[in-house]
């Protein structure tokens, strides 16, 4: 190991008096340092808390599930709901008007901002943000009045 250091000192001695610096040379100067830290302590190099030795509840991001699949590319087709849940959605869906449909579909279907429905739609954003309260008021109804045991949230 100490053949090893020595070998790596002696890199950063040849990049400090390069005359022709490479476009990277100060970062290479540092990862070679950080090496040479790493070898002589054992630990890795930096702040005492990093992120490896966090416990794991800290490290990882929670994520509501429905917020992700706004973001994925390959959703299963329609035709893997069953046959009465389609039936039920489009008779809900069929009780709202043709604005609050198209801006509850954007939104809460297929995840644009309220912003980006407004361009869309060519509205404003708050504009959007009322069709779609509307349309979730509505729904709501028909949720009660159907006796669905889901509600809207």
């Known amino acids: 190991m100490e053949d090893l250091i020595k070998q790596y000192r002696g890199s950063i001695r040849i990049l400090r008096q390069a005359k022709v610096k490479p476009l990277q040379s100060n970062s290479m100067i540092s990862d070679?340092?950080?090496?040479?830290?790493?070898?002589?302590?054992?630990?890795?190099?930096?702040?005492?808390?990093?992120?490896?030795?966090?416990?794991?509840?800290?490290?990882?991001?929670?994520?509501?599930?429905?917020v992700m699949a706004r973001y994925l590319q390959n959703r299963e087709p329609i035709s893997a709901a069953p046959e009465w849940m389609i039936e039920l959605l489009e008779r809900m869906m069929s009780t709202l008007s043709a604005r609050e449909k198209d801006a509850y579909e954007l939104v809460r279907g297929r995840g644009y901002s309220y912003e980006q429905a407004g361009m869309i739609m060519r509205c404003t954003k708050s504009g959007v943000q009322s069709f779609v309260r509307k349309a979730?008021?509505?729904?709501?109804?028909?949720?009660r009045k159907e006796g669905c045991c889901c509600e809207l949230r």
């Open 32 to 66: 070679t340092e950080w090496a040479i830290n790493y070898m002589e302590s054992g630990s890795i190099p930096g702040t005492k808390w990093n992120v490896s030795r966090w416990e794991i509840s800290k490290r990882e991001i929670p994520v509501d599930p429905m």
């Open 136 to 143: 979730e008021k509505k729904l709501q109804k028909e949720v």
